[in-house]
């Protein structure tokens, strides 16, 4: 089942529980939330890593360069 498949149906079953309205509304939030959090998701934990490498390489680096250390 898609993730686009997947959050319509959690956006319609969330919008179904207030009992005002149809369930179209939410299953369309749904499908386009998780659109969404597909591109996101994928693109923070990429930003992520690459700034905890950054970070490793610049904590070796001073390492590496610094000749008082024992």
Do not use: E, F, H
Request: no cysteine; charged share 15%; glycine share 18%.
């Amino acid at each position: 089942m898609g993730a686009t498949t997947l959050g319509a149906i959690v956006g319609a079953a969330i919008d179904g529980m207030s009992g005002d309205d149809g369930k179209v509304d939410g299953a369309i939030v749904g499908a386009v939330t998780a659109n969404v959090l597909k591109l996101a998701v994928p693109v923070a934990a990429t930003w992520a890593v690459g700034w905890l490498v950054l970070r490793g390489l610049g904590a070796a680096w001073d390492r590496i360069g610094n000749d008082d250390v024992a």
